[in-house]
Every structure is written in C-alpha cells, then in structure tokens.
C-alpha cells in the first residue's frame, strides 16, 4: 500500500505564499507607513517564522546523508537558487536605475555598493534554512556526542543573539539573513516532526491551529 501524502503542509504553504505576496503589495502600496499598517504588522508576525518552522520539521531527513552528500544537496537546492536570481535582480535593477538616470554623476560608488548589497538580502530565507541546516546537522547526525553539540550550539545561538543589534548589518550575515531570530523556531519545526506524531491529539491540534493562523 502506498503512503499517503499529509497535505496539511502544502496547505500551509500555499496560503503562507499567498500572505507574503500580499504582505509584499502592501509594503509596496504604503512604502513606509506600511509598518503602521495593522494587516501587515499581523502577517509579518507570523508567515515566516512558520516557513521556518515547515523547513524545521523537513529538516531531519539531512541527518540520513553524511555531510558531503547533505551539503551537496543544499547548496544546489538553495545557495545555487539564491546566487542565481539574485544576480538577475542586480543585473535588472541597475539597468533600470541607469534607465530613470538615479545613478547620476553625484551618486557614489558606496551608494552603488549598498544597492547591490542590499539585492543579495532579497532573498534571506534561502541562506537563513540553508545555515540553519548546517547549524543543527551535526546535532541530530552524530548521537554518541549529542550533549557536548547540544552545549556548544546553544552557546553559539546565544552569543548570536547578544551581539545580533550590535553587529554592523553589513557585515554580519548573522543579522542580515535572520539566522539567530529563526534559530529557536527551527528547532521547533524540527522537534515538531520527532515528536509531534506521538502525540496525536497535540500533532493534529498544532496543525490545526496552525491553519487557522494562515487562514486569518
């Protein structure tokens, strides 16, 4: 007999790209009232920290693959998506800037720089699932030291966290790509899948509530 697919996931992401959509149009209608904007604040509380949470819980089944393999598979599922239409971006965003003469004789190479910076973070999610894949593989891959990992990676998750509106958004990829926000929520997406089935009454209110959020 053949496994039936769960859709309740694909459900979910459906109506969370329709939310990040929509969020974007607004953002993009109201520019920067739209953080006054009460149906945008509301869909940002939530639409990617549950993205988050859905890679979380698709997480474990990297642990099967030894780490070439895993970040192999990764980098062409993520980084290579990333890199690829981030390029695009760039390319087609500068030759509509020269078109509407913004990059003039007055403005600076810094100015062109933070631009070009500022396209690379279009696409954070990639780069935040694909760190936080690296980030807990060894956790879940390698048992027989699970404590000491376990130690050290929230230590290190930590330290990100008091340093997160320090760090200069430039430089710290930590803060730009959202990593130690979404770090916890992972961890969640991912205890979720290893636990979440034992408990069935817990498993399918979760679900369900998890729904409804993306349905309001």
């Keep these: 007999m053949e496994k039936t697919r769960d859709l309740s996931f694909d459900i979910l992401k459906g109506i969370l790209i329709l939310l ?6 607004v953002q993009y209608e109201f520019a920067e009232d739209s953080y006054h904007n009460i149906v945008f604040d509301f869909i940002y509380t939530f639409h990617m920290p549950l993205f988050v949470m859905v890679s979380g819980y698709f997480f ?5 693959r030894n780490f070439k393999e895993m970040f192999s598979n990764k980098a062409k599922r993520l980084l290579l998506p990333w890199l690829l239409w981030t390029v695009i971006m760039i390319i087609l965003m500068t030759i509509m800037r020269l078109y509407l003469d913004i990059y003039n004789s007055s403005c600076s190479i810094k100015k062109i720089l933070l631009d070009i910076y500022s396209e690379f973070r279009t696409y954070w999610f990639l780069i935040c699932i ?3 894949t690296i980030f807990y593989y060894p956790l879940f891959r390698f048992k027989r030291k ?3 990992i ?6 290190l998750w930590i330290i990100e966290l008091l340093v997160f509106y320090k760090w200069p958004t430039i430089f710290g990829i930590v803060k730009s790509y959202q990593i130690s926000r979404m770090t916890l929520i992972f ?12 408990l069935r009454l817990v498993h399918k209110t979760v679900l369900f509530f998890i729904c409804i959020c993306g349905v309001i």
């Design 20 to 25: 990040v959509v929509f969020g974007h149009a």
């Design 60 to 64: 474990y089944s990297c642990t099967k």
């Design 130 to 132: 694909f760190c936080l």
């Design 146 to 148: 699970r404590t000491c």
């Design 150 to 155: 376990f130690i050290c990676l929230l230590m």
């Design 187 to 198: 961890g969640i997406g991912i205890l979720y899948y290893l636990y979440g089935n034992k």
